[in-house]
C-alpha cells in the first residue's frame, strides 16, 4: 500500500452528479466506500506538463463526456490545472459483465446460499480486478496510478455508467 502523503495523490474526488442516473442503495454504498477509500490510499500521477509545474495534489471531479471519461484535474485549492479525457471503449465490455454479475450478486442476496453468493462474488471481484489492470494499462500514457487506485477508479467509473 502507498501511504497518502506525498504529492502524486487524489486529495479530494467529486462524481458529475448529472452523469448518474439510477441509484440503488447498493451503488451509493459502493461509491461512498470506493471514495472512502480511494481518499485514504492512492498514487495518482498524470503526464504531462501542468500549470506552475504543479506536481499534486489534486482535487479531481469526474464525468462521461461523448462516452468518453473526463478527468478535470485542480489543485488542492481547486485552480484548474487540465482535464484529461480517457477512452471508455477499453472497459466497455467489462463494464457490461461487471453489471450482469454485479446485479446476479444483488438478487441472489435475498435467497443464495452462502456457498452461491462467495461464487458470484468471486466471479464479481475476478471482473473488477481485470477492470483495473486494463484501466492501468490503457491510461498508462496519461495517469500513473497503481493498482489499488485503480479498483476504486474503476469502481467510480461504473457508477457514472449506470443507466
Known sequence: MIENSGPNRICHIELDEKSIIRRSAE???????????????????????????YQGPYHVNMRIEDNRLAIDLKTEAKDYLKTLVLPLSPLRRIIKEYFIVCDSYYDAVKSATPQQLEAIDMGRRTLHNEGSRIMQERFADKIDIDFETARRLFTLICVLQIR
Open 27 to 53: 451503488i451509493e454504498h459502493e461509491k461512498k466506500v470506493a471514495i472512502f477509500d480511494l481518499l485514504e490510499t492512492n498514487h495518482f500521477a498524470p503526464h504531462g506538463a501542468l500549470p506552475d509545474e
